[in-house]
Structure formats: C-alpha cells, structure tokens
C-alpha cells in the first residue's frame, strides 16, 4: 500500500532529523543557506523597535481626531451599564469597546490612559513584526528596515487593531505552519476568535490566512489529515465564540445582527469606496499622490509576486520548517485586507495595510539577498526599498512629524515640548490643537453647561459623526446610536427600535447638525418626525466654515433653575 510521505513539518514533529538548509539540499545551488540571527539580536531588535514606536508616538501625538473617539462613546456606553447589542447598535467590534471600557474603569477617563493603550498596542505590533520579518527574510536590518515604514506612515490611532492584530497573527500562523500540532491549530483558532470579536472583517481575514497555512501545510500528508487540522481549528473558532453568538441570538437574533452589519458596511462602502483607481501624476513626480499611488500598487503587487513565486518553487524544499505555508498564508491574508482597507482616502488607509506587505517584502528581499548568481534580483530589491521608503516618508509627512516632535530644535525644546505633551496627557478633556472637530470646539462651551445643569445619567442625541460630544461631557448616547447619520440604520425596524428606546431615555437635548439635516429627514423620516415632535428649539451654535448647530430641548422638561453663565434652563 502507498502511502503519502510526511511533510518535513511533521517529521520534524516526531522526531526525524531536520531539514537540512538550502545549501546542502535545495536544487537551486544560487541560493545560500539563510541566515540565522540569534535570539539575543532578534529580541533587541524587537525591544528597540517596541520603544523607538512609543517615543515617535508620544512626541508626535497632536490628540484623538473624532474618528478615535467612535470607540470610546461606546467603551463610556458599557461602564454606563449597556452592552453592545442588548443596549445599543454594534456594527461589529464587541471587544474593541470592552478593552477600552477595561483599561478606562482600571485607570481612569485621563487622555494619557488612552494614549497608553494605543501606545502600547503599535509598540507590540511593530516588535512582533520586527521577530516576523526577520524570520522571513533572514536579516535583522531588513526586518528594521521595514519596520520603520510602518511606523513613518504613523496609522491612525484608532487603526492599532489593524497593526497589533496582524503582527501577532503572522507570528501564530509561523508557529502553526512550523509544527502543525493540536496546540497550535487551539491557538490559531482562538486568535481567529478574538480578531473577529475586534472586528469582523479581522476575524475573516486571519481564520482565511490560517486555514491557507493548515491546508498548504497539510498538503503533502493528504486529505485526511488537512481536514483533521481543518476541524480542530475550526471548533476552536465556534467554541470560543459561542456565547457571543449565544448573547446575539438571545437578544437581535443571529440573522438580524448580520444583516443590520452587512447594511453598516454597505453604508461604509458608499460613503468611504475607492472612487477611481489611482493613476501617477507625471508632470511632477515628487507629490504625495504619487507616492500614494507607488503604495497603492506595491502593496497590491507583493501576494501576487509571492504567490507567483512559491509556484515557481514548488519542487525546492522549505529553507526553514513552514515556509511555504507562511509565505501562502500571509499572502492570503494580504489580498483581502488590500481589497477592503486600501479604500476612500488612500492617506489616512495605505496605513492600515502595512503588516502583510511588510512582511511579505521582507521575505522577498531575503530571496534576492541569498542569491549568488546575479547582482539583478538584489539591484531591484535595493530600488523598490529606496522608493517605498520615498514613499512612506512622503505618505506619513515625516518632516511635519519631525516639526511636531521638535527633535530639530534642541534638547530644551524637546523637553519643553514632552513636558506640556505630559501637562496635556493628564486631562480628561482635550484643549488647543488637540480638540478632536471644529464642532466639538464649537460645542465646548454647551459641554461645560452640559455638566452643569443635568445629571450624570442623562443622554444627548448627536446627529453626525461627533462621538467625542458624548465623551467630553461624559454623558451617554441616546436611542442605542452612537451618531445618527444618512445611509446607516434607516429601515423601518431599526427606527422603531430607536424611537423605542429614545421613549425608555431621559434625553434632554438633541444636537441637530443643520448641514446634515435635509439628508435625515429623507432618510430617518420616523426618527426625526419623533424628534420634531418632542424637542424645541433652544439655541444655534455657529460653527465656522459650517452652517452651525442647533440645540433643541425637550418640550415636556420641567427646568430647576437658570444657568448663570448661559441664561439655558438647567435639569438637575
């Protein structure tokens, strides 16, 4: 009887010698052997990547756009005592609000706590890349080298997810592909899990990127044995999963939930999309678009090069156990998250896609640095590096980072600058520069009322894409919607929902955006009928460059006196 051979992976696993190195047996002979950093040169790197990232962050930060704080209403939303679904709208990211609602209850509301997080979480990220890259290509200095592209493109704060959750998964995924055992397969399935439970799409991505390494990696050993693995990973998902999925069904029902997220991302779709595809500006070639657009296609090009690549080198064997799977997986992981996060405004998105291309570059580089027979492969790595590195400088707009962390001006300066950065960190509401809107700005002085005249459990109700209102007067959001927008949870259930949980709340104002309104009045006609109804006109609020905002009051408040500062009814 024939039987299939083990894959050096297995054998490995069970005690067989090791593969020997591209050296002695690849039948390429103009590949060496690859490099073999020590662990002691792997973690340094890994540590000076970690602290170089919270430094460059911390000198950097100029305070949380409004976009950042869309998570943290909805973490404030939970130590309110709501909880996604149960209580309010969750298009998908259950975890990411429960993690900043932990750290905020452990640490408290201070801006610095959150800057701790984020901080901390692209630090992990770029040393887990750093150990990744290295491993792919063989070279510490290629893995820095990358690495501080990821950094220089400065992601956005609230992206973290999309840094930290990638580097580790790529190092899950080594690790399983290297010794595809029980343990490993738990491990990637609940990676897989807690991905999901950040975000969806996460969760797709990275089970869709193990799963390749668990087939790839089984390949040789036969179908019994992929779909083993396969089922081992896969129960591991749904086990760690289930009383989420249990909560949902219990309180929207599994298909509800699914169809409110699939609207949300349409809604997202539209209004975010890739309008065009981008095209090169040639009468100037040293503009940002352009360096955009070299990302844009780079990033793109690289899982199918590598793809392209393991084809073409089927028949070598792995330079080092699991090669083949981790190269297959990662680029699996890479066209997905290209798709879907290289999209809408290309400068503040290349961002979020730069740990699967890093990765992968990295292991192309340590290709053509190995070979020993032409000078053309390492010529042209050389060449993509120094113009992707042209590119991330000028995508992440270094030289305004640098003006920012005043590191051009002197220790005096800089120490100056990190003391007020410090001064700034310890408070709870952002001041200067660091106001997240020009509304928000505009709304701090009906903020401060706010806390003034109602109680800690009122609501607000904020039309448009200004959570941070909610959190700056620490007040929590109204009819379970964080914002209410044009195009997101318009249906006819949804309204009803809203409009019956806006008539269980105490919501003494609503904050009506006059540039948004025509579009909700065609768009949430029940929602905004109840609202005309049962609110007042109390105050406008210009808002420069805008059409302002209006502030409405409930009609059936009964007031306890009169702000001082204001001349506004207070509620307490």
């Known amino acids: 009887m024939n039987h299939a051979p083990l894959s050096r992976t297995t054998a490995a696993a069970e005690g067989d010698p090791p593969p020997r190195s591209l050296a ?10 690859p490099a073999r950093p020590s662990r002691v040169a792997i973690a340094s790197a890994a540590a000076f990547a970690g602290v170089l990232t919270i430094g460059w962050r911390f000198l950097t930060f100029s305070g949380f756009n409004n976009d950042h704080y869309v998570h943290l209403s909805r973490a404030q939303q939970i130590l309110f005592g709501e909880w996604p679904v149960r209580d309010f709208v969750d298009p998908g990211m259950p975890l990411m609000y429960a993690v900043h609602a932990a750290v905020r209850a452990a640490f408290g509301p201070a801006l610095g706590v959150e800057w701790a997080l984020v901080a901390l979480a692209f630090a992990i990220g770029a040393a887990c890349t750093v150990i990744a890259a290295t491993r792919l290509s063989g070279f510490v200095s290629v893995a820095l080298v990358l690495t501080a592209f990821q950094v220089v493109l400065s992601p956005r704060s609230f992206g973290y997810p999309k840094i930290l959750l990638y580097a580790v998964a790529a190092l899950v995924i080594m690790a399983l592909a290297r010794r595809l055992m029980t343990r490993a397969l738990v491990v990637a399935g609940a990676m897989t899990a807690v991905a999901f439970l950040f975000r969806h799409d996460h969760g797709m991505f990275i089970g869709f990127a193990s799963l390749t390494a668990i087939v790839v990696g089984s390949y040789r050993e036969g179908r019994r044995r992929m779909v083993e693995r396969s089922a081992i990973f896969a129960a591991t998902v749904a086990i760690v999963l289930l009383p989420w999925a249990a909560f949902v069904q ?62 073409r080198r089927r028949s070598e064997p792995d330079a080092w156990p699991g090669e083949t799977a981790v190269v297959a997986a990662l680029s699996a992981m890479a066209i997905p998250v290209n798709i879907t ?12 896609a730069i740990v699967p291309a890093a990765l992968l570059g990295s292991w192309l580089i340590g290709l053509a640095l190995r070979r020993t ?37 002197g220790p005096a300066i800089v120490r100056l600058h990190a003391a007020d950065l410090w001064d700034r960190l310890h408070r709870r509401v952002p001041e200067g520069g660091h106001v997240p809107s020009r509304y928000s700005r505009a709304l701090l002085p009906f903020i401060e009322y706010v806390r003034r005249c109602t109680p800690p459990q009122d609501r607000l109700l904020v039309t448009g894409l200004f959570p941070e209102i909610n959190v700056i007067a620490e007040r929590g959001f109204a009819g379970g919607q964080m914002a209410f927008q044009p195009g997101f949870y318009g249906n006819d259930a949804e309204q009803a929902q809203t409009i019956a949980r806006l008539q269980q709340q105490s919501v003494p104002f609503a904050i009506i955006v006059r540039k948004l309104f025509p579009d909700l009045k065609r768009q949430l006609p029940a929602v905004m009928e109840y609202i005309d109804l049962r609110y007042a006109p109390m105050a406008h609020i210009p808002v420069p460059e805008t059409d302002g905002v209006d502030v409405l009051v409930d009609r059936g408040r009964q007031s306890a006196r009169v702000d001082a500062a204001t001349g506004w009814p207070c509620f307490e």
């Not at 996060?341 to 979020?352: M, N, P």
């Not at 000078?375 to 003006?403: H, N």
């Open 24 to 33: 002695t047996e690849s039948h390429d002979p103009s590949l060496t052997a």
């Open 341 to 352: 996060f290289l999209r809408g405004s290309l400068d503040g998105r290349v961002a979020d």
């Open 373 to 409: 027979d032409r000078m053309v492969p390492i010529v042209a790595s050389g060449i993509v590096v120094a113009i992707t590195a042209w590119a991330s400088v000028r995508t992440g707009d270094l030289r305004e980072q640098l003006d920012k962390t005043e590191l051009l001006h």
């Open 250 to 311: 219990h309180y929207q029902g599994l298909i509800n939930y699914f169809v409110s997220a699939v609207g949300f991302t349409q809604g997202e779709a539209i209004d975010h999309g890739l309008r065009a595809i981008p095209r090169l500006q040639f009468g100037e070639l040293d503009t940002t678009r352009n360096a955009l657009v070299w990302l844009f296609y780079t990033f793109h090009a690289l899982p199918i090069a590598c793809v392209v690549l393991l084809i």
